[in-house]
């Protein structure tokens, strides 16, 4: 039936705090015109969710990551973006290069799924990545074991993290 055995030992992923964290990293991670790049904010989400597992051994989203070309993207990523666009809480901006813009068009900040430290962490990490190029990111989650040890479109185990040198799970390693 398409169904992998796993998922019926696995918990239900919260779309409404993973929504909540899409906010979180468009308000962070904004540069000078509000907007984040579309792959990068993919990556913070991905990031965000992993350092959570990472330190407490739980996601904190549990929606389910794939790995990609352009690096590990949540399942519900794409389809997410797409019903912000047409509800009106996001806008995209395509620049000439190709690169998508988005930005938030709402002003609602509910953070009512996520715990303090949580938002924390979003922040932490999005004012880490806020200022690098997109590519730098698509090359640190690349180089990381979660997406080294797995086939593309293949789901990323969360606990792959654990094997993940600790300062090399949400910044990269001091040269």
């Not at 992923?13 to 579309?38: D, I, R, S, T, W």
């Not at 913070?44 to 990551?65: Q, R, W």
């Not at 698509?138 to 040890?149: A, L, S, Y």
Request: charge should be negative.
């Amino acid at each position: 039936f398409g169904i992998d055995v796993a998922d019926f030992f696995e918990e239900i992923p919260n779309v409404k705090k993973f929504k909540q964290m899409y906010f979180a990293c468009l308000k962070f991670a904004a540069n000078e015109h509000g907007n984040v790049p579309k792959t990068k904010l993919a990556k913070l989400l991905y990031l965000a969710d992993f350092t959570n597992f990472f330190k407490s051994l739980e996601p904190m989203s549990g929606v389910k990551y794939r790995r990609l070309d352009y690096g590990p993207v949540a399942d519900i990523f794409f389809s997410i973006t797409d019903d912000l666009l047409e509800g009106g809480k996001i806008n995209i901006d395509i620049l000439d290069r190709g690169a998508q813009m988005i930005s938030s068009r709402t002003k609602e900040e509910d953070t009512s799924e996520l715990s303090e430290s949580e938002l924390s962490q979003i922040k932490e990490i999005c004012e880490l990545w806020k200022d690098k190029p997109t590519q730098e990111i698509v090359n640190f989650t690349h180089e990381q074991k979660p997406w080294k040890m797995c086939r593309d479109g293949e789901y990323i185990p969360y606990s792959l993290i654990i094997q993940e040198d600790p300062d090399h799970v949400y910044q990269p390693v001091a040269g």
